[in-house]
């Protein structure tokens, strides 16, 4: 049974950080890529950005230069590291791991960046 969960969101202040979490259990994880995405209440689905099997990472202009994506294998889990948050941050944060044409979702994670 393949299972992706998301850790680590929660309320921070504007100017803050804070790092989530994707765990994969139930899947060969270092075959996969890892693509984080968002959404905002009244809004559609937005790529943040990914990490390839080989460590290559893109990201959405938006947050580029904020943002980092890493993954750790041994731990079958992505990390999205988000500094400088801005109140247009505010979203729930999807992992999602992609090989060929089979990928599976996270659950999400809140995060909310509010003074």
């Known amino acids: 049974q393949v299972r992706l969960v998301e850790s680590g969101g929660g309320l921070v202040q504007p100017g803050g950080s804070l790092k989530v979490s994707c765990a994969a259990s139930?899947?060969?994880?270092?075959?996969?890529?890892v693509t984080w995405y968002r959404q905002a209440p009244g809004k559609q689905r937005e790529w943040v950005g990914d990490i390839t099997t080989i460590d290559t990472t893109n990201y959405a202009v938006s947050v580029k230069g904020r943002f980092t994506i890493t993954r750790d294998n041994a731990k079958n889990t992505a990390y999205l590291q988000m500094n400088s948050l801005k109140p247009e941050d505010t979203a729930v944060y999807y992992c999602?791991?992609?090989?060929?044409?089979?990928?599976?979702w996270g659950q999400g994670t809140q995060v909310t960046v509010s003074s």
């Open positions: 999602n791991c992609r090989r060929s044409i089979e990928e599976y």
């Open positions: 139930g899947i060969f994880f270092s075959s996969y890529a």
